[in-house]
C-alpha cells in the first residue's frame, strides 16, 4: 500500500477491521469518524489515512473504549492513546520492550535487529519467544503502522526478518525420528499479513512430527480438495484471521471436513471472540500459544 494511491470501499473497510459497513455508517453520521470522497454514483471511497483511522478506532473499540469517547480525540490524541493501549499489552515483566526493540529496525538495520532479538530466542526457544516476543513484535509493528509512527516499507521490513528467522528455524528441524504421524494440509484464504503465523505454524507441526503439504500464498477454500484428491490427509489448517473470514466459510469447511472423513479442521487465529459454538469437526484457535496447544492435544 502507498498512501495517496489506494483507494478502499466502505467493504474493504469492514473486512479489514471488522466493523460493519453499517456500523461504520452510523459512526461517520452520528460523530464524522470518517469523511468519505463518493463516486459519481454515490458510492463511498476512503484513502489509507481513512483507512489506518478505523483500524485505530476499531482497535481502542475492542479495548473497551466507548465510540462516544473515541470520537472526541483528535488525530494526534487517538494516535497517543493507541499507543498507550497497546503498550499496556507489552510482556509485564518489562523483559522485553517492543517498542525498543522496534527502533533497531526503524533505520532498516538488518543486522542489529537479528542480533538485538537473537537473546530472546536462544533462551527461550523458537516456540515460546515467538508466542511471546516475535507475535505480539508483529502486532506492535501493525499498531504502529496504523499510527503513522512506521513507514509501510518499516512495518514490511520487521515482517520480512522475523520470517527469515522462522524460516532458518524450519530449515535447521532434524528429520522426525519418533513414530510416524498423520499428514496436514494448510491453507491460507485470506490474508497476506499472517504469512509469519501461519509459517510458524508449519514449523510447529513439523516439530511435533506431523507431514505438513504447506504451498505458501493465498488459495480459494475450494483447493482445499483439490489437494486431498492428489495427497489425502487427515488433518486441515485454514487460516481464519481476517475478518472477512464469513461463517459461510465455517460451514464450508465444515462441510469438507465430513465430505473427505478429515479428523479435525483447525481455524487459526480466529478474530471473532463471541464466537463460541463450533461446528463438527472445527477446532478455532485465537493465537500462536492457542494453537501448539491444540496440536499437543491431537493424537
Not at 518499516?154 to 527469515?164: A, D, N, P
Request: charged share 30%.
Amino acid at each position: 500500500m502507498e498512501e495517496g494511491y489506494n483507494v478502499f470501499s466502505i467493504r474493504d473497510l469492514e473486512n479489514f477491521s471488522g466493523i460493519k459497513a453499517h456500523t461504520i455508517r452510523i459512526w461517520e453520521k452520528r460523530y464524522g469518524i470518517l469523511e468519505p470522497e463518493r463516486t459519481d454514483s454515490n458510492i463511498r471511497t476512503y484513502n489509507e489515512s481513512e483507512l489506518k483511522k478505523i483500524l485505530n478506532v476499531a482497535y481502542l473499540n475492542r479495548s473497551g473504549l466507548k465510540i462516544s469517547k473515541i470520537a472526541r480525540l483528535d488525530e494526534d490524541e487517538l494516535t497517543q492513546k493507541v499507543m498507550t493501549v497497546s503498550s499496556s499489552n507489552d510482556d509485564p515483566d518489562h523483559e522485553f520492550q517492543p517498542g525498543k526493540i522496534l527502533m533497531s529496525a526503524i533505520r532498516f538495520n538488518e543486522d542489529l535487529f537479528k542480533e538485538t532479538l537473537a537473546p530472546f530466542i536462544k533462551y527461550r526457544g523458537i516456540e515460546e519467544a515467538y508466542c511471546r516476543y516475535l507475535h505480539p513484535l508483529l502486532e506492535k509493528a501493525k499498531i504502529l503502522w496504523q499510527t503513522g509512527s512506521l513507514s509501510r516499507a518499516q512495518e514490511q521490513f520487521i515482517r520480512s526478518i522475523i520470517k527469515q528467522i522462522i524460516t532458518i528455524e524450519d530449515n535447521q528441524l532434524k528429520p522426525w525420528t519418533g513414530r510416524s504421524k498423520p499428514s496436514v494440509a494448510m491453507i491460507n484464504t485470506s490474508d497476506n499479513l499472517s504469512d509469519n503465523n501461519f509459517l510458524f505454524y508449519k514449523y510447529v507441526l513439523r516439530k511435533h512430527g506431523f507431514e505438513v503439504i504447506y504451498t505458501g500464498g493465498i488459495l480459494p477454500a475450494s483447493e482445499a480438495i483439490e489437494m486431498f484428491k492428489i495427497k489425502p490427509f487427515e488433518y486441515l489448517v485454514v487460516n481464519s484471521s481476517g475478518f472477512d473470514f464469513a461463517k459461510k466459510k465455517i460451514v464450508y469447511f465444515s462441510n469438507i471436513g465430513k465430505s473427505l472423513m478429515i479428523k479435525k479442521i483447525i481455524l487459526t487465529d480466529f478474530p471473532d471472540e463471541k464466537e463460541k459454538k463450533q461446528q463438527d469437526r472445527l477446532l478455532i484457535t485465537r493465537d500462536p500459544a492457542g494453537f501448539i496447544s491444540c496440536v499437543e492435544s491431537l493424537k
